[in-house]
């Protein structure tokens, strides 16, 4: 069991956070006399089981600091995009993306803590506080289904949304150090994969993400929006595109950078999980 003390933090980290929670099976728990606001509260999704004290968990909406030549345009189309992925990580994680509308009531100044009837309303806690731990034994370790059936292509669009959001989270954040990034490998790729069309297996993808980190250690991914191109059906989705690179060894100091084609297969459902892998650098 996972439990917090945080103001909060990076939001991609947060993300990535909650889906390694998720993957590994594990519960998260908060406690009112800690903290977990903000970016924390998108990690505190991930637990299978989750239990929050009333007043424990706080969220604001989205925010960014212009980076230095950004103009407020194009802040706003990165805060937009930013909810977007917020959102369908909420939602791949069964909780009611109702919270994201409340959330984006407040500003980063006036956190709203949330209380116990709103927690389990909008299914951020699927466990009561006052609920024993053999009776959480009986809680599905599946995303609770929404109390409305969503029509057809809603669901499409939803399942298209959070595969576009969970592959360009990955690849982007290949950039992270090293360990993060081999924790990201090692929860988001399943056991066997096709692998640049040869079938491999998990440990040995790890071992040559980690040997190609090894070989560059300062790497920068960026995914051109506009390139992606997503398919879903009968459980999988496929999402492909192109994503601009520098990577560089200092100790060497050598720097290569390029354009690739990328293309993924996922597994959807409650865990997705990558099944096949293939790039392509273009000339």
């Not at 009561?128 to 669901?155: G, K, M, Y």
């Amino acid at each position: 069991m996972i439990v917090f003390n945080s103001p909060g933090g990076n939001v991609g980290s947060a993300l990535r956070l909650g889906r390694m929670i998720r993957a590994a099976g594990l519960d998260t728990l908060q406690l009112r006399q800690l903290q977990c606001a903000s970016a924390c509260s998108l990690a505190f999704l991930g637990g299978v089981h989750r239990v929050a004290e009333p007043g424990s968990i706080g969220v604001h909406r989205a925010w960014l600091k212009p980076a230095d030549g950004m103009s407020r345009e194009e802040a706003q189309a990165r805060v937009q995009l930013g909810t977007a992925a917020i959102t369908s990580y909420v939602v791949e994680m069964g909780v009611d993306p109702e919270l994201i509308k409340l959330a984006s009531s407040y500003d980063k100044h006036d956190i709203r803590y949330l209380s116990a009837s709103e927690m389990a309303e909008l299914r951020v806690t699927n466990v009561e506080a006052n609920q024993s731990p053999a009776d959480t034994s009986q809680v599905s370790t599946r995303p609770d289904p929404a109390p409305v059936p969503v029509p057809a292509p809603d669901a499409r669009q939803q399942a298209e949304s959070a595969a576009v959001a969970f592959i360009k989270d990955l690849i982007e954040h290949h950039g992270d150090n090293d360990d993060f990034a081999l924790a990201q490998v090692q929860a988001s790729y399943a056991r066997t994969v096709d692998y640049y069309g040869k079938l491999t297996n998990l440990s040995s993808i790890i071992q040559d993400k980690r040997n190609y980190y090894r070989r560059w250690p300062e790497r920068v991914y960026n995914v051109r929006n506009d390139s992606i191109v997503v398919t879903c059906a009968n459980d999988r989705c496929m999402v492909s595109g192109v994503y601009d690179w520098v990577v560089r060894s200092p100790s060497i100091h050598k720097q290569d950078k390029g354009v690739s084609n990328f293309s993924y297969t996922i597994s959807t459902g409650p865990y997705p999980k990558i099944i096949a892998e293939t790039s392509k650098v273009r000339s």
